[in-house]
T-cell receptor, first 115, second 114 residues
Framework: GAVVSQHPSRVICKSGTSVKIECRSL??????MFWYRQFPKQSLMLMAT?????????EQGVEKDKFLINHASLTLSTLTVTSAHPEDSSFYIC???????????FGSGTRLTVV | DQQVKQNSPSLSVQEGRISILNCDYT??????FLWYKKYPAEGPTFLIS?????DKNEDGRFTVFLNKSAKHLSLHIVPSQPGDSAVYFC?????????????FGKGTLLTVNP
């Protein structure tokens, strides 16, 4: 089946630094990848939609200069949290449509803690 | 404005019984509905889906029912097993511009007791 590999699974960084999260589609080409954020006991909130070779589309309220998304190839999308602050601490998850039964395959998520 | 609502944050059932997880939505543009299972610190795993033109879809122990007029769907798990214990998310899909967009509910924590 379709697999999306997400790294790192956990990262702790100092306030003010930047963190890059990678998502790779392992056995299929992902023209579009989605980035979500989940706070404790909350739903997954879509942050942005990235299309290969073009600029990402950000949801309302998401700062595009803070959350940089790059989708340079059909198998790799990255999310960079720039100048991270403690309030950016969250669980970040990527996903890609596999086109089967409207299936979306999710990465395993990244737990970001900013100290 | 929450377009997909799961009003029960938790549900506890006995092993072998039926688990019924409910979901309501407000956006009539949703054309596909999906259920995901999620363990802590992991990404969601796809369970079952249903098109808006159908009212039932069954896959093994999992059945999803859609009542479009009531904007309500439910996931039935029969028989429930302890391994089913997880958070279940209801999600709805719509096309926004040229992209598909998934909107999630807040999830329901299902606990199946042996």
């Amino acid at each position: 089946g379709a697999v999306v590999s997400q790294h790192p699974s956990r990262v702790i960084c100092k306030s003010g630094t930047s963190v890059k999260i990678e998502c790779r589609s392992l056995d299929f080409q992902a023209t579009t990848m989605f980035w979500y954020r989940q706070f404790p006991k909350q739903s997954l909130m879509l942050m942005a939609t990235s299309n290969e070779g073009s600029k990402a589309t950000y949801e309302q309220g998401v700062e595009k200069d803070k959350f940089l998304i790059n989708h340079a190839s059909l198998t790799l999308s990255t999310l960079t949290v720039t100048s991270a602050h403690p309030e950016d601490s969250s669980f970040y998850i990527c996903s890609a449509r596999t086109g089967v039964n409207y299936g979306y395959t999710f990465g395993s998520g990244t737990r970001l803690t900013v100290v | 404005d929450q377009q997909v609502k799961q009003n029960s944050p938790s549900l506890s059932v006995q092993e072998g019984r039926i688990s019924i997880l409910n979901c309501d939505y407000t956006n009539s543009m949703f054309d596909y509905f999906l259920w995901y299972k999620k363990y802590p610190a992991e990404g969601p795993t796809f369970l079952i889906s249903i098109s808006s033109i159908k009212d039932k879809n069954e896959d093994g122990r999992f059945t999803v029912f859609l009542n479009k007029s009531a904007k309500h769907l439910s996931l039935h798990i029969v028989p429930s097993q302890p391994g089913d214990s997880a958070v279940y998310f209801c999600a709805a899909s719509e096309i926004v511009g040229s992209n598909y967009k998934l909107t999630f509910g807040k999830g329901t924590l299902l606990t199946v007791n042996p």
